[in-house]
C-alpha cells in the first residue's frame, strides 16, 4: 500500500496519535531514520520494522547538522519519487519528510552529546557528526515515541552511539541493530557508492574481501597491531584506495582491546572498522565479532 507522506511534525503526530488511540493496548510504532536515496539495506529495516511494529515511520531527512563544512551536504544523492515507491513496497506506512525548516526553525541551540563511544573511528575523523545524529535521532525519538527503532550495522558506532544515548536519556525506545546488506560481490550498500566510478568501485571490492578474511587471521593469534597492518596492507594493494582509519575496538563500548592479548583472547565482542576514500568517495565497513566466532 501506498504510504502517507507527511511533512509538518504536527501533522506526523496527529496520523500516530490517531494509530494509537485505534489500537490501544497493542499499538507497535517502529521508527526507521534515513537520509533517503534508498537501497536494498534500507529496505531490510523498514521490512524487519513491519513485521514487528502495527505502524512503521520512516523518515528521509538530510541532515545538515552532522555534516562538516566540506563534506557532501549539498551533493547527498535524493530521489524523493523513488525512495517512496522503495518504501510501499518494503512496507512503510508513514513517510516523514521534513524540509530543513521544519526540522531546525532556527540554529538549534540545544544538541544531544554522547562521550566516549564517539572518541574514535567516524567520531575522531569527522568532528561533530555524532553530536548532529545523536541531536536529530533525539527530535525524531520525541516526535514518533516509536516503541522500536531501527538502524544498520554498517554503521556500527552510529548504532553505539544511538544506543548509549536511548539508555542515559531513558528513552522507552529498543535499539534494534540490523546486519549489513551487501551487493553479491560483497560491496556494502550505501546511498554513497552511486558517487563511485566503475574503477573505483572495483578497487573498493578489496574492503569487503579484506574484511571477509579478518575472523580467521584473529583466530591465527593476530594482536591488534599485528591485524591493523594485515589489513592496511590489504587494501593499499589498490592503487586508488586512501585509507581514513582501520580500527579495532571493543563492541560497543569502542575502547581498545588489551595490546598485550592476541585478540582472540578477547571476551568482548570487537569491531574491526574501516573508512577509505576511492577518489571523492568515503566509503566504511566493518566486521563484527563475537567471541564465539573466533576460537
Ligand atoms: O544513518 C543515517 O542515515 C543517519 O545518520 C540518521 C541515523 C538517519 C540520522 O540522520
Same mark, same amino acid.
Given at each position: 500500500m501506498t504510504p502517507k507522506v507527511v511533512r509538518q511534525i504536527a501533522e506526523l503526530r496527529e496520523e500516530i496519535a490517531a494509530y494509537r488511540r485505534a489500537h490501544a493496548a497493542s499499538a507497535q510504532v517502529g521508527l526507521v531514520p534515513t537520509m533517503g536515496y534508498l537501497h536494498e539495506g534500507h529496505a531490510s529495516l523498514i521490512r524487519r520494522s513491519a513485521e514487528e511494529n502495527g505502524l512503521t515511520v520512516l523518515s528521509i531527512f538530510v541532515n545538515p547538522?552532522?555534516?562538516? /563544512?566540506? !563534506? +557532501?551536504f549539498d551533493r547527498y544523492p535524493r530521489d524523493e519519487e523513488r525512495d517512496l515507491k522503495v518504501a510501499a513496497e518494503a512496507g512503510a506506512n508513514l513517510v516523514f519528510l521534513p524540509s530543513v525548516t521544519e526540522m531546525y526553525? +532556527?540554529?538549534?541551540?540545544t544538541t544531544v552529546s554522547v562521550s566516549g563511544v564517539t572518541e574514535r573511528l567516524c567520531g575522531a575523523s569527522r568532528p561533530g557528526h555524532f553530536d548532529g545524529v545523536a541531536t536529530v535521532v533525539s527530535k525524531l525519538f520525541h516526535i514518533v515515541q516509536p516503541d522500536r527503532a531501527y538502524f544498520g550495522l554498517k554503521d556500527a558506532q552510529q548504532v553505539s552511539v544511538i544506543a548509549r544515548m536511548t539508555e542515559d536519556l531513558n528513552f522507552p525506545v529498543d535499539i534494534v541493530p540490523c546486519p549489513i546488506v551487501r551487493e553479491q560481490d560483497g560491496l556494502a550498500l550505501s546511498?554513497?557508492?552511486?558517487? @563511485?566510478?566503475p574503477e573505483e568501485r572495483r578497487q573498493a571490492l578489496i574492503l569487503s574481501q579484506t574484511l571477509s578474511q579478518v575472523a580467521g587471521w584473529i583466530e591465527d593469534g593476530m594482536s591488534e597491531a599485528e591485524l591493523t597492518v594485515r589489513i592496511r596492507g590489504r587494501i593499499r594493494s589498490q592503487p586508488l584506495a586512501d585509507i581514513e582509519y582501520v580500527e579495532v575496538a571493543t563492541y560497543p563500548e569502542l575502547g581498545h582491546p588489551?595490546? +598485550?592479548? /592476541? @585478540?582472540? !583472547?578477547?571476551r568482548e565482542p570487537l569491531l574491526v572498522a574501516l573508512a577509505v576514500r576511492f577518489g571523492k568517495t568515503r566509503l566504511i565497513d566493518n566486521v563484527l565479532l563475537f567471541p564465539s566466532e573466533v576460537k
Amino acid at each position: 500500500m501506498t504510504p502517507k507522506v507527511v511533512r509538518q511534525i504536527a501533522e506526523l503526530r496527529e496520523e500516530i496519535a490517531a494509530y494509537r488511540r485505534a489500537h490501544a493496548a497493542s499499538a507497535q510504532v517502529g521508527l526507521v531514520p534515513t537520509m533517503g536515496y534508498l537501497h536494498e539495506g534500507h529496505a531490510s529495516l523498514i521490512r524487519r520494522s513491519a513485521e514487528e511494529n502495527g505502524l512503521t515511520v520512516l523518515s528521509i531527512f538530510v541532515n545538515p547538522i552532522q555534516f562538516g /563544512p566540506n !563534506e +557532501d551536504f549539498d551533493r547527498y544523492p535524493r530521489d524523493e519519487e523513488r525512495d517512496l515507491k522503495v518504501a510501499a513496497e518494503a512496507g512503510a506506512n508513514l513517510v516523514f519528510l521534513p524540509s530543513v525548516t521544519e526540522m531546525y526553525p +532556527d540554529k538549534p541551540r540545544t544538541t544531544v552529546s554522547v562521550s566516549g563511544v564517539t572518541e574514535r573511528l567516524c567520531g575522531a575523523s569527522r568532528p561533530g557528526h555524532f553530536d548532529g545524529v545523536a541531536t536529530v535521532v533525539s527530535k525524531l525519538f520525541h516526535i514518533v515515541q516509536p516503541d522500536r527503532a531501527y538502524f544498520g550495522l554498517k554503521d556500527a558506532q552510529q548504532v553505539s552511539v544511538i544506543a548509549r544515548m536511548t539508555e542515559d536519556l531513558n528513552f522507552p525506545v529498543d535499539i534494534v541493530p540490523c546486519p549489513i546488506v551487501r551487493e553479491q560481490d560483497g560491496l556494502a550498500l550505501s546511498s554513497r557508492n552511486v558517487y @563511485l566510478n566503475p574503477e573505483e568501485r572495483r578497487q573498493a571490492l578489496i574492503l569487503s574481501q579484506t574484511l571477509s578474511q579478518v575472523a580467521g587471521w584473529i583466530e591465527d593469534g593476530m594482536s591488534e597491531a599485528e591485524l591493523t597492518v594485515r589489513i592496511r596492507g590489504r587494501i593499499r594493494s589498490q592503487p586508488l584506495a586512501d585509507i581514513e582509519y582501520v580500527e579495532v575496538a571493543t563492541y560497543p563500548e569502542l575502547g581498545h582491546p588489551p595490546a +598485550d592479548r /592476541p @585478540l582472540r !583472547e578477547s571476551r568482548e565482542p570487537l569491531l574491526v572498522a574501516l573508512a577509505v576514500r576511492f577518489g571523492k568517495t568515503r566509503l566504511i565497513d566493518n566486521v563484527l565479532l563475537f567471541p564465539s566466532e573466533v576460537k
